[in-house]
């Protein structure tokens, strides 16, 4: 599918926006007000994986307001990786900028984003500061090394060290890291075809920690940068929590098969599989809407 994205006719510098949405609400408009508002966004492709009927129709009104808008509808809820894909070979910018349809990004940051990743050694990934409405980081914006073992130590709060960065000193400029969040992720189609875009077997979350683990494999650079921020509300479409950690659960558990380093660690995972899933459901239950 990646490989029939046509890179002929492409704007070396432009930027194309790529939103899948499902069940979206009212955030999905705010989020587009706010790319609408920086002129150096090229375009805006909106994949409409389920909305109401009344946000469609929106959504066409906004296409006749707009020319640099496009909605692509009427293929049902195909996943976020597949949705990304479908965004990314329709797209006609030379840079895809993955921004969650409850992210309100800030004006100049897509093009902070974009020029970061000029400097990169291919295939390269940026991504941005995700903030709560307080103004405070979010979890996911910059992650270590996501394997099993870190992940354990990491929910049983052994060691000092975790996957999560964002209690961290904020750094001064971009910093390489293993992971960004795919809220707000940029990465040109070039990098984009040489990592097959997002792995489709990934439904709903994890495929931002698999696409950024691919990029570093293939000997590209992972890079966060502090100055380029939105403002994320999260959990914002209408569908059941257990049925997201549900997802999160399945997600994990081909990411650490896809991504073990040794053959036996198979045997850890599916052990540890229980204990993954008692920990997701007790977040579904209990938790407030913390990323893991």
Known sequence: MINEVELNDINASSISVIMVSYMTGPALFEAIKHVILDTKISELIIIDNGNPEQVREKLFLLVKSYDHIKVKTGHGNIGFSKGCNYGAKVASGNYLLFLNPDALITKNSATKLMNLGKNLKRPWITGGKLINSRGEEQRGSRRGEVTLFSSLLTVLHLGKKTIHEENNPLPNGAI?????????????????????????????????????????????????????????????????????????????????????????????????????????????????????
């Open 176 to 292: 390489p890291c293993s992971a960004v969040s795919g809220a707000l992720l940029m990465i040109d189609k070039s990098s984009f075809q040489i990592i097959n875009g997002f792995d489709e077997d990934f439904f709903l979350h994890v495929e931002d920690l698999d696409i950024c683990k691919r990029a570093i494999k293939e000997g590209g650079d992972v890079y966060f940068l502090p100055n380029a921020t939105a403002m994320h509300y999260g959990a914002t479409s209408d569908i059941k929590k257990i049925k997201v950690e549900l997802q999160k659960l399945n997600g994990f558990k081909k990411y650490f098969i896809k991504h073990r380093k040794y053959k036996l660690e198979i045997i850890l995972i599916y052990i540890s599989l229980p204990f993954m899933a008692l920990y997701f459901l007790y977040k579904a239950t209990f938790s407030s809407d913390k990323k893991i």
